[in-house]
């Protein structure tokens, strides 16, 4: 598979400053599970919608078009730092700042001045790109206006004309994915190597749907659907092959049955997104008196057993156990109201 990766510009451990060594890489669930960004290498200005069972996204482009899976890593980059930055119980800001040599050197770019001029395109297709889309609970239904981040502010120096520092104002979409910590998920280091924009998307859908399980199928027309590819499916077939030949996805290997028209994905077994054990601690009876008044007519032991799988899946050992089981709790009862 390394092969395969793009080689690491920056393989050495004291290039990664200002903090990033012991940065886990993080992606939101939304744009793993739904194309929001393209996979062109050229300007992608056509509006577009994308429907999948009962939800549905427009994408209204910029002026200098679709923001592309590239753009995307510096969201993860920024996604990677807050949740690395804060603690259990702190509110999340939404403003992170970023010190654009140092994500250039986390992604393996280069950081010449095409690049400094690169980073500044990705942030008029990210800023500039609007989204709408349905939101479905509890028997509502809302038509939602939305956008990656709500702004950007960039610091250059006045004599190297390099920017210093980066600003970027999340969304409230990122916001809340982030906030409820179970809508993010890890991605493996390698992420950034991947050579191909469709190799990126095929794992960021198998990271989501395969995630620590033995195998994923699915067929290719609806991977060619969920990936947004605007590839002929004759094409993405073609794509699939070689990505079943070469095996370059971190973390999960592909097989094609021909005659089923099916990808199946394996995990390798080997990778760091490999679950830890779980939080095995106590918690104290008032823990529980807490976490019923905040999740009434909910059965706080089926409450705890999810609490710490999802501790497990997303490699989380609390500082606080029991605020942030409590916390938990009330998070489950938002989204789901009572019991039924």
Not at 265 to 284: A, C, D, K
Request: glycine share 4%.
């Amino acid at each position: 598979m390394a092969a395969q990766l793009k080689p690491q510009k920056y393989p050495q451990g004291p290039l990664f400053v200002c903090d990033v060594t012991d940065v886990i890489l993080k992606d939101d669930m939304a744009s793993m599970e739904h194309p929001f960004y393209s996979l062109s290498k050229k300007p992608d200005l056509k509006p577009r919608r994308y429907e999948h069972n009962d939800k549905w996204i427009e994408f209204r482009p910029s002026l200098k078009g679709l923001p592309t899976i590239y753009d995307k890593d510096l969201i993860i980059y920024a996604i990677s730092h807050l949740i690395s930055s804060i603690k259990e119980d702190e509110e999340i800001p939404k403003q992170v700042e970023i010190d654009p040599y140092a994500f250039f050197l986390f992604t393996g770019r280069g950081t010449g001045g095409r690049d400094y001029q690169a980073l500044c395109d990705s942030l008029d297709r990210i800023d500039g790109t609007r989204y709408r889309t349905n939101v479905i609970a509890n028997g509502t239904k809302k038509d939602v206006w939305m956008g990656i981040i709500d702004g950007a502010e960039l610091e250059t120096d006045e004599k190297t004309n390099k920017p210093r520092k980066l600003r970027i104002t999340l969304s409230d979409m990122i916001i809340d994915a982030l906030r409820e910590r179970s809508k993010v998920l890890t991605l493996h280091k390698n992420y950034f190597r991947l050579r191909k924009p469709i190799q990126r998307r095929v794992y960021e859908l198998a990271r989501k749907h395969c995630g620590h399980q033995g195998t994923w199928s699915v067929s290719i027309a609806v991977l060619h659907h969920k990936s947004g590819s605007r590839s002929s499916s004759r094409e993405f077939r073609r794509a699939i092959r070689e990505m079943v030949e070469e095996n370059p996805l971190p973390d999960y290997t592909l097989a094609l049955e021909a005659d089923a028209d099916v990808v199946t994905f394996h995990n390798r077994n080997q990778s760091s997104l490999s679950p830890s054990e779980p939080w095995s601690g106590r918690l104290h009876t008032q823990v529980y008196e807490d976490a019923k008044k905040v999740a009434p007519g909910w059965d706080v032991y089926f409450l705890e057993a999810q609490w710490r799988e999802w501790l497990t899946e997303n490699e989380i050992e609390p500082k606080y156990p029991a605020r942030h089981f409590v916390k938990f709790c009330q998070s489950w009862y938002e989204r789901r109201g009572p019991a039924r």
